[in-house]
T-cell receptor, first 112, second 116 residues
Framework: DAKTTQPNSMESNEEEPVHLPCNHS???????IHWYRQLPSQGPEYVIH???SNVNNRMASLAIAEDRKSSTLILHRATLRDAAVYYC?????????????FGSGTRLLVRP | DTGVSQNPRHKITKRGQNVTFRCDPI?????LYWYRQTLGQGPEFLTY????????KSRLLSDRFSAERPKGSFSTLEIQRTEQGDSAMYLC??????????????FGQGTRLTVV
């Protein structure tokens, strides 16, 4: 299973943008980049995913490097509710690699 | 549909007892996953069902663990002869099989097991 590397923790001020980096140098051409987050005492929650192009949805934006060896999750205006552990996960688009393999993630702290 | 439902939310059991957890996935979802999460760690994959077929089991799933998904609907995870090391949050997730790798999974809130 392909591996991702994320910082252990990051801090942000409320209402400021947050850029959460992820390195995945061993990514293959068929791997999608998925992001999930986990709020305290909750199960993980889907945030966004992409393959090659940048993606936007109501929660966040995903910026993917041209060589696909890194990506950045962007929260445009952090709120206190965004304090969570954010997981960057590679998921193959073929074969039986349907499961999500979680690393340790990045713990995001949001200061009021 | 209110999402993936797991019951019970909390379970305290004595070492050596058997426990069973239930997961009700989102109704049209054909894939169901079980994960285990210990404090400070990311969730670890345990097993996966496509409809009623159990297609993969992690090496973490010892002989004391068994999972079923009768008729491809709800699923149960049973732990026999519980040990203190089984104390963890057990998470269930479901997804709908569209194209591979492009599917988002929906997680329940988990069952927290404490073995005393």
């Amino acid at each position: 299973d392909a591996k991702t590397t994320q910082p252990n923790s990051m801090e942000s001020n409320e209402e400021e943008p947050v850029h959460l980096p992820c390195n995945h140098s061993t990514i293959s051409g068929t791997d999608y980049i998925h992001w999930y987050r986990q709020l305290p005492s909750q199960g993980p929650e889907y945030v966004i995913h992409g393959l090659t192009s940048n993606v936007n949805n109501r929660m966040a934006s995903l910026a993917i490097a041209e060589d696909r060896k890194s990506s950045t999750l962007i929260l445009h205006r952090a709120t206190l509710r965004d304090a969570a552990v954010y997981y960057c996960i590679l998921r193959s688009s073929w074969g039986s690699s349907y499961k999500l393999i979680f690393g340790s993630g990045t713990r995001l702290l949001v200061r009021p | 549909d209110t999402g993936v439902s797991q019951n019970p939310r909390h379970k305290i059991t004595k070492r050596g007892q058997n426990v069973t957890f239930r997961c009700d996935p989102i109704s049209e979802h054909n894939r169901l996953y079980w994960y285990r999460q210990t404090l400070g760690q990311g969730p670890e994959f345990l097993t996966y069902f496509q409809n009623e077929a159990q297609l993969e089991k992690s090496r973490l799933l010892s002989d004391r663990f068994s999972a079923e998904r009768p008729k491809g609907s709800f699923s149960t995870l049973e732990i026999q002869r519980t040990e203190q090391g089984d104390s963890a949050m057990y998470l269930c997730a479901s997804s709908f099989d569209r194209e591979f790798g492009n599917t988002e999974a929906f997680f329940g809130q988990g069952t927290r097991l404490t073995v005393v």
